[in-house]
């Protein structure tokens, strides 16, 4: 395992609905990014944090936004959900912006 | 613009045959890191290997093996000897050193290995 955690493991939210998913980086990492996979398909950034602030964005809409506190977890919201957001969201931290990510176990997220 | 294609959608093998998994990327970077990863059912991408583009020695671990070339932009991975746990998703990523946040992912490669 790679310490990394995320939670919920499982939500289910109707349309327009927001959600806030959250995850605890791996001790000693400092930064964390963000990925969505929808099924049968790669993980796509959403965005990076560096020492709490936002470090590199992928091609998602502003109404993806994330947060990262001093102690380095971090948290996804997402407002307006719509059906499409249905996906498996990632969170991987590393020590450095540069260096490996280490994945948590995801949350599935499923959009009615 | 940086991509990565995993051109094997599926790949079925018997218990202790090997297979390879092939691995294709673009990148007009010169600086960039290389990545394999295993997803099992349970979600979780497990880290396997990092290779540095300035660095092509290929790398042996186990009954795993990797492969980076590259003349044709491709970064290989070989599993001698394949075994049931090794049924997975696996992914091959791509990082640049001037976007060194975002990875790329290819789309994975099931594989199944049958008893």
């Known amino acids: 395992e790679t310490g990394v955690t995320q939670s919920p493991t499982h939500l289910i939210k109707t349309r327009g609905q927001q959600v806030t998913l959250r995850c605890s980086s791996q001790?000693?990492?400092?930064?964390v990014s963000w990925y969505q996979q929808a099924l049968g398909q790669g993980p796509q950034f959403i965005f990076q944090?560096?020492?709490?602030?936002?470090?590199g964005r992928g091609n998602f809409p502003p109404r993806f936004s994330g947060l990262q506190f001093p102690n380095y977890s971090s948290e996804l919201n997402v407002n307006a959900l719509e059906l499409d957001d249905s996906a498996l969201y990632l969170c991987?931290?590393?020590?450095?912006?540069?260096?490996?990510?280490?994945f948590g176990p995801g949350t599935r997220l499923t959009v009615l | 613009a940086q991509k990565v294609t995993q051109a094997q959608t599926e790949i079925s093998v018997v218990e202790k045959e090997d297979v390879t998994l092939d691995c294709v990327y673009e990148?007009?970077?010169?600086?960039?890191?290389l990545f394999w990863y295993k997803q099992p059912p349970s979600g979780e991408l497990v880290f396997l290997i990092r290779?540095?583009?300035?660095?092509?020695q290929n790398e042996i671990s186990g009954r795993y093996s990797w492969n980076f070339q590259k003349s044709t932009s491709s970064f290989n991975f070989t599993i001698t000897a394949s075994q049931v746990v090794d049924s997975a998703v696996y992914f091959c990523?791509?990082?640049?050193?001037?976007?060194?946040?975002?990875?790329?992912f290819g789309d994975g490669t099931t594989l199944t290995v049958k008893p």
């Open positions: 290779r540095n583009s300035f660095d092509e």
């Open positions: 990148t007009r970077d010169t600086t960039y890191y």
């Open positions: 001790s000693g990492h400092n930064t």
């Open positions: 990523a791509l990082r640049t050193h001037t976007n060194a946040g975002k990875s790329t």
């Open positions: 991987a931290s590393s020590w450095h912006p540069t260096d490996t990510q280490y």
């Open positions: 944090y560096y020492r709490e602030e936002e470090n």
